[in-house]
């Protein structure tokens, strides 16, 4: 069963950077299509990023320009470096794959904070 995993979340000041990772739980499988969505307190599930085919990516209109969505090589890790970060971008981030069987997989999320 192939699991992903988000790290990199954490506490950090407004006007400051995070990365997030994107694992999955083998190096035997890889992603043709990854991204990052959010969901804050008492709010919907958002789109953040992503990247798809031979690396075209887009961003929601919340996080453009301040946000980048980048995977490696073998398409099985992923990142989304997050500068200027202020309190609106309080929440949980997770990942998400398009796997073996052509279909999603899930991260359990990561909190990200950004305090005033």
Known sequence: ?????????GLVKSGGSLRLSCAASTARV?????SWYRQAP???REFV???VGGGIVRYGDSVEGRFTISRENAKNTWHLT???LTPEDTA???CKGRGPGDRDYWGQGTQVTVSS
């Open 42 to 44: 008492d709010k919907e």
């Open 82 to 84: 997050m500068n200027s």
């Open 1 to 9: 069963q192939v699991q992903l995993m988000e790290s990199g979340g």
């Open 92 to 94: 949980v981030y997770y």
């Open 30 to 34: 890889s992603f043709g299509a990854m």
């Open 49 to 51: 990023a992503a990247i």
